[in-house]
């Protein structure tokens, strides 16, 4: 059973990372959703376009649109 070390880093089993193509050095993201710790693994270029649909506001500064966000 993977602990927790006190950097607050876990050892995922080899036979997870195997399961889902995890190597060393690849790059993973985590979610937290009811309750529960998701990892997925980043792909190169996986949100690529994804927001290629979506047009810019020409007449508001990026100063405005940050302002807005916060």
């Known amino acids: 059973m993977p602990k927790l070390s006190a950097k607050r880093q876990i050892t995922i089993p080899a036979g997870q990372c195997e399961e889902l193509g995890i190597k060393p050095g690849d790059e993973i993201d985590s ?7 998701t990892l997925i693994k ?6 690529k376009g994804v927001l290629k649909h979506v047009k810019a506001k ?13």
Do not use: E, N
Not at 31 to 37: A, E, L, P
Not at 58 to 70: E, F, N
């Open 42 to 47: 980043k792909h190169k270029g996986a949100a």
């Open 58 to 70: 020409q007449d508001i500064s990026d100063d405005d649109s940050l302002q807005s966000a916060l």
């Open 31 to 37: 979610f937290i959703v009811d309750g529960r710790i």
